[in-house]
């Protein structure tokens, strides 16, 4: 279908500021249940119990438990269960989880100071997804197609012109079509299908898109988030416990996806193939603090309760893309092949994080753990980089601003989530335990949330994939075995964590009205079932000494 549009001459306006989109920021938020073998076979349910590096952050006043100095180094295997790998993705890695220590020093008969390190994975990115479906009169070409019609940013589109200079012969999305500034929701991917496939090539002044009858979408994904925490705790009698971790986070992703429509005619017939790949690369650091306490109520007994706060990770973050459209047969449009690549600098604040947990030991042979974690992930903060001062000593400091737009979309988007922990070691023999554990994490997406290409955002501008998932509730079930010795303990833990989630290829409705015709046109696809099924096993050695 073609469609005549008046072209709009304007000169091309970079922007300045950069920012993220909420579900490119989403994969930052959280934490996989990792650590030491104890700590996942007992389900991380040791906040009030203590006694081990991995509560560092999640309450670290668990540090504080510790009477004796120790070392303790843990690895292990992660596989998909359901991966079907394509793109050379490997769905089964031996992973390096954790290293630390802890040293204790005694101040008093029954107080304790408690210094400790530990390196650990909090997010293991290592995940494949597949999705594939029918699509009836809908492409994500059409979903720039009607970006395109809204004709302005005030619409949630904008107004297709072309460039000046040497740009002459590039179609950018101008704010309306009397403004030379680019549309911040004129993102990669429109820029790719305006200029290879929309306009057509013989008569400029005549656009249109191309319907498919379906799609296959692959993405391979890697990288981790490092935490490397130091610890500062103690006790006031051995009944209060208190602790302080300050945490450094680095982020290391990389996922590369292909994206391919098969495109018809109006009659329905085969034309060819719209075919998007995408790399992206995200790295940075980031800082934070956590805070904790664990009491004793009753002096007689070993019941207690704990109490702690993580603040915001505060991120310094940098990604790169590097996107291609590669259309195959029938094309309207000039260009077989297209490009686009963005370098660019922004950050990122995470929500306060809130815990409480429940700890009792019987005798011992018996320990029992629950605890509960709450984090409101609407309130994340997108910041992009607004300018830059140098300081009394002579040092560049960025300045930043809070994505006002992208953050609403987040508190539209997003839900609080809780995560709760249960979990309980047993010794069968005086060297000998047995753990079992389970968590449930509750839906990080609204029901009804969508990905939004239209918004006047950076994260739009700079966006280089339309697809998006929303992820439902997460159960993880764990179990382990331990051996105590003297000095040495070995430990190995089993996880199993499942993930369903709904998977959409581009913005799900989104709708222009053609005033030639007095009609609606949308753009829709149905929702594909996707799942992300994961087991672990993780081995972790001690000394203690």
Same mark, same amino acid.
């Given at each position: ?13 970079? @922007? ?126 059409? !979903? ?43 993102? !990669? ?10 306009? =057509? ?5 005549? @656009? ?69 790949? =995408? ?11 956590? $805070? ?23 991120? %310094? ?31 990122? @604040? ?5 815990? $409480? ?109 339309? =697809? ?26 089993? !996880?199993?964590?499942?993930? %369903? ?45």
């Amino acid at each position: 279908m073609k469609k005549k549009y008046l072209m709009i001459c304007s000169a091309l306006l970079a @922007f300045p500021a950069m920012a993220q989109d909420t579900y490119e920021n989403a994969r930052l938020l959280g934490n996989d249940l990792n650590g030491t073998a104890r700590y996942v076979g007992m389900g991380g349910a040791m906040e009030a119990l203590g006694a081990d590096l991995s509560t560092i952050r999640t309450n670290p006043a668990g540090i504080g438990l510790f009477r004796k100095s120790g070392v303790n180094f843990s690895l292990g295997v992660v596989s998909q269960a359901n991966a079907n790998a394509k793109l050379d993705h490997s769905a089964t890695k031996l992973s390096f989880d954790q290293i630390g220590f802890y040293r204790t020093m005694r101040t008093g008969q029954t107080s304790y100071v408690n210094f400790a390190f530990n390196f650990s994975k909090g997010t293991n990115f290592n995940y494949f997804l597949a999705a594939a479906d029918q699509l009836n009169n809908a492409s994500l070409g059409k !979903q720039a197609y009607l970006k395109g019609m809204r004709g302005s940013l005030s619409n949630g589109g904008y107004s297709i012109g072309t460039g000046s200079g040497s740009n002459v012969d590039t179609y950018y999305g101008y704010i309306d079509n009397s403004s030379n500034n680019i549309a911040r929701n004129y993102g !990669q991917l429109d820029y790719l299908y305006w200029n290879t496939r929309l306009v =057509d090539k013989n008569t400029p002044s005549l @656009f249109g898109y191309d319907a498919a009858n379906g799609y296959d979408f692959n993405r391979s994904q890697r990288g981790y988030i490092g935490n490397y925490d130091f610890n500062i705790s103690g006790n006031v009698n051995d009944r209060v416990y208190l602790g302080l971790t300050l945490g450094l986070r680095t982020v290391n992703y990389k996922g590369y996806s292909e994206y391919v429509e098969n495109l018809v005619n109006a009659s329905n017939t085969a034309i060819g193939t719209a075919t998007i790949t =995408d790399e992206r690369k995200v790295k940075g650091t980031g800082f934070d603090l956590s $805070a904790g306490v664990i009491f004793r109520p009753v002096e007689e007994s070993p019941f207690r309760i704990g109490l702690s706060i993580n603040s915001p990770s505060w991120y %310094d973050l940098k990604t790169e893309n590097y996107t291609t459209i590669q259309n195959v047969g029938q094309n309207q449009g000039k260009w077989e092949h297209g490009k686009s690549s963005e370098v660019y600098n922004y950050k990122l @604040f995470t929500p306060w994080t809130f815990g $409480a947990s429940l700890g009792h030991t019987v005798g011992n042979f018996l320990a029992l753990g629950a605890s509960v974690s709450y984090a409101d992930y609407s309130t994340v903060d997108n910041r992009y980089i607004d300018g830059e001062y140098v300081d009394y000593y002579g040092y560049t400091t960025e300045t930043s601003a809070s994505d006002k737009v992208m953050n609403n979309h987040a508190k539209r988007t997003l839900n609080g989530v809780a995560t709760v922990k249960v979990g309980m070691e047993c010794k069968v023999l005086p060297q000998i335990a047995l753990r079992a554990g389970y968590n449930y994490v509750t839906p990080a997406y609204k029901k009804d949330a969508f990905k939004d290409g239209a918004l006047n955002s950076e994260g739009s501008y700079y966006s280089s994939a339309a =697809d998006y998932t929303n992820w439902k509730g997460t159960n993880r079930m764990t179990l382990g075995v331990g051996y105590i010795g003297k000095n040495f303990s070995a430990d190995l833990a089993y !996880q199993y964590s499942a993930t %369903d989630g709904e998977f959409y290829p581009f913005t799900n409705g989104l709708a222009a009205h053609d005033a030639s015709t007095n009609t609606t046109l949308v753009n829709e696809a149905k929702a594909v079932q996707v799942s992300n099924q994961r087991h672990q096993v993780l081995f972790t050695l001690g000394y203690r000494f």
